[in-house]
């Protein structure tokens, strides 16, 4: 059973762990169809109703508009790959200002490194992936997005092994995508794969930032 504090208090992450979770085990129900569509999106925009309420200020509205962009592209990916894809561009182009928005005052050179290596490999082992498949190009400057979002995140002043982590897995659940799309792996190893990373990391992003903007204090004079 589910920790009471949990349903009590944070209800709608509640909500989301019991959708993402479960879709993980329906995702190749013969249900399908719309009401599939809808519960995939479920996890993330509950994340993302979580983090409405529980945010703080304008940071707070910004990582419930990342999430909003990722659950509105869950479902879309069903319809459109491309379509999805240019609304968690949507979401990655936001997440990168809210991590600029957060930057970490000291970053070790360990650290710039990897967020180097983020914002450049990431792309290029898309392009690695893709070439010669049709709109290998669009995957390649997709995934530029997407290794800025994750380099964003790691020189972010929010919890690296929560954040930068989940930007990570973001990352990883992506190339993965690709790499069954262009037949690098099989599908039947990517599929096991890739919900587990992508709503995991996003999950430990929503409640890495969340938690954050909670002990942060209260402006001057409020």
Do not use: C
Not at 101 to 114: D, F, P, V, W, Y
């Amino acid at each position: 059973m589910p920790h009471p504090a949990l349903a009590k208090h944070r209800p709608w992450l509640l909500a989301s762990l019991v959708a993402g979770v479960s879709y993980f085990f329906v995702s190749d129900d013969p249900i399908g169809g719309a009401w599939l569509m809808l519960w995939k999106g479920a996890g993330v925009a509950f994340l993302a109703i979580y983090a409405a309420f529980r945010g703080k200020g304008v940071d707070g509205l910004l990582i419930a508009a990342v999430l909003m962009f990722g659950a509105m592209g869950d479902v879309a990916l069903e319809l459109s790959f491309l379509g999805g894809g240019s609304l968690f561009a949507v979401g990655h182009v936001i997440a990168i200002g809210l991590y600029l928005r957060n930057r970490r005052e000291h970053a070790r050179g360990s650290q710039a490194m990897t967020a180097a290596a983020l914002l450049l490999l990431t792309p290029v082992i898309a392009g690695l992936i893709t070439y010669p498949v049709d709109n290998w190009h669009v995957a390649t400057a997709y995934s530029g997005v997407v290794g800025a979002m994750a380099a964003a995140a790691w020189l972010s002043r929010f919890p690296r092994y929560r954040v930068g982590a989940g930007a990570v897995m973001f990352v990883v659940s992506d190339l993965l995508i690709f790499a069954g799309e262009a037949g690098a792996l099989p599908r039947s190893v990517t599929e096991w794969l890739i919900w587990p990373l992508y709503y995991g990391g996003q999950f430990l992003i929503a409640t890495g930032v969340v938690q954050t903007l909670r002990k942060d204090p209260p402006p001057t004079g409020a």
